[in-house]
């Protein structure tokens, strides 16, 4: 166990859908984040949330949604996606200093049919 | 946008062989740490090395970075089927993002 907790493991979703993938971290980081990870590409950086306000927003498309409601939790509010969002969802949580490591959750398993 | 550039894209060794990975970037950094991800999981830190530090052991873990060259490598030792994971490296600028190659995979053969 890392102190991070993502829920669910697996989702399959149509496009015309809404479900949000959620985040829970234990560690007392003050800076979360999710990732998106497809096959053979290196881990792109979605949404970072520091304080709960959000600090960076990679150009990702508004069907993506996120929310922080507090310092430990982090929501993904999917709807209306596409077969090419299939992959996997990592969220990680840190200390907003330097020269620190991420801690990442298990990840869910996205497939959008 | 992609700063770690992994090499091998694969590897492949019997048990009880070392095992090396090498990573190039593009960027100035702060950091550069080495993360393993068992298929289909979370990523794991590993180890962390900083840009004035040349050398970092942790148990079985071996990794250099040379600055001028903007390259680092991961050693591991006595390889076990247990070390079978994909590897990243990811380098930590003066913000908190952390920018990541597209890995190794390992596959230890007993």
């Known amino acids: 166990e890392t102190g991070v907790t993502q829920t669910p493991r697996h989702l399959v979703m149509g496009m015309t859908n809404k479900k949000s993938l959620k985040c829970e971290q234990h560690?007392?980081?003050?800076?979360m984040y999710w990732y998106k990870q497809s096959a053979k590409k290196p881990l792109e950086l979605m949404f970072v949330y520091s304080l709960e306000e959000r600090v960076e927003n990679n150009s990702v498309p508004s069907r993506f949604s996120p929310e922080c409601p507090n310092s430990s939790h982090l929501f993904l509010h999917l709807h209306t996606l596409q077969p090419e969002d299939s992959a996997l969802y990592l969220c990680?949580?840190?200390?907003?200093?330097?020269?620190?490591?991420?801690?990442f959750g298990q990840g869910t398993r996205l497939t959008v049919v | 946008s992609q700063q770690g550039e992994e090499d091998p894209q694969a590897l492949s060794i019997q048990e009880g062989e070392n095992a090396t990975m090498n990573c190039s970037y593009k960027?100035?950094?702060?950091?550069l740490q080495w993360y393993r991800q068992n298929s289909g999981r979370g990523l794991v830190h590993l180890i962390l090395?900083?840009?004035n530090e040349r050398e970092k052991h942790s148990g079985r873990l071996r990794v250099t970075l040379d600055t001028s060259k903007k390259s680092s490598s991961l050693l591991i030792t006595a390889s076990r089927a247990a070390d079978t994971a994909s590897y990243f490296c990811?380098?930590?600028?003066?913000?908190?993002?952390?920018?990541w190659g597209a890995g190794t995979k390992l596959i230890i053969k007993p």
């Open positions: 090395i900083r840009s």
């Open positions: 560690l007392g980081h003050n800076a």
């Open positions: 990680a949580s840190s200390f907003l200093v330097q020269d620190t490591e991420a801690f």
């Open positions: 990811a380098t930590g600028g003066s913000n908190y993002q952390l920018i």
């Open positions: 960027t100035s950094i702060n950091n």
